[in-house]
């Protein structure tokens, strides 16, 4: 069945500190490829997604590009900032969304 | 726009006691999602209705979880008798009528942390 392996965490950064959050999948098929953030005390909510392979999602200084040669989807961002802090979440969606576990991030200031 | 609501919030039992939780999805949303977080993991998709009818539950536990959707709107999901293992947070999320380009965008309430003694 289809998969999502995200790094473990927490990943703990300095504010401006470049962050990269590994994510590959397995799944069969063309899935659809997202980022979910869950802040402190609040839903998961859609960070980026990315439909089909070599699209890069972005949002808010966040970026992942659909590489489907390396079945991945790595978020990225080039400065962090405290009010990052939160869990976040890949998943895929073929005809659910399955999610990975999540990786903390805390910004330090 | 109103987002997911949920409730309760928090919500502690003993074992083999029951429980549910209610959720109201966005208003126009066609297609509402159960999720259950156990710590440590990501949300699994427990059932999905699309207006009053169930789309996929297998993943529900049938024997122990039922879940209703009456009228296309507000759902509820039921355990009845609560086993320790059920511990988690239950999410609830709705999304646009399926096939609309939106396939996975979905919008989440704040959950309801269930802990079972």
């Known amino acids: 069945g289809n998969s999502v392996t995200q790094m473990e965490g927490p990943v703990t950064l300095s504010e401006e500190a470049f962050l990269t959050i590994n994510c590959t999948y397995t799944a069969t098929g063309y899935p659809s490829l997202f980022w979910y953030v869950q802040y402190p005390g609040e839903g998961l909510q859609l960070l980026l997604k990315?439909?089909?392979?070599?699209d890069k999602g972005s949002n808010k200084g966040f970026e992942a590009t659909y590489r489907k040669e390396t079945t991945s989807f790595h978020l990225e961002k080039g400065s962090v900032q405290v009010s990052d802090s939160a869990v976040y979440f890949c998943?895929?969606?073929?005809?659910?969304?399955?999610f990975g576990a999540g990786t903390i991030l805390r910004v330090k200031s | 726009e109103a987002g997911v609501a949920q409730s309760p919030r928090y919500k502690i039992i003993e074992k083999r006691q029951s429980v549910a939780f209610w959720c109201n999805p966005i208003s126009g949303h066609a297609t509402l999602y159960w999720y259950q977080q156990i710590l440590g993991q990501g949300p699994k998709l427990l059932i999905q209705?699309?207006?009053?009818?169930?789309?996929?539950d297998s993943q529900l536990p049938k024997d122990r979880f039922s879940a209703e959707r009456l009228k296309g709107v507000d759902s509820t999901l039921k355990i009845q008798p609560a086993k320790l293992e059920d511990s988690a947070v239950y999410l609830c999320?709705?999304?646009?009528?399926?096939?609309?380009?939106?396939?996975?965008?979905?919008?989440f309430g704040p959950g309801t942390r269930l802990l079972v003694l």
């Open positions: 990315a439909t089909k392979a070599d």
């Open positions: 998943a895929l969606y073929g005809n659910k969304l399955v």
């Open positions: 209705f699309q207006n009053n009818g169930v789309v996929d």
């Open positions: 999320a709705s999304s646009p009528l399926e096939g609309q380009g939106l396939s996975g965008t979905q919008y």
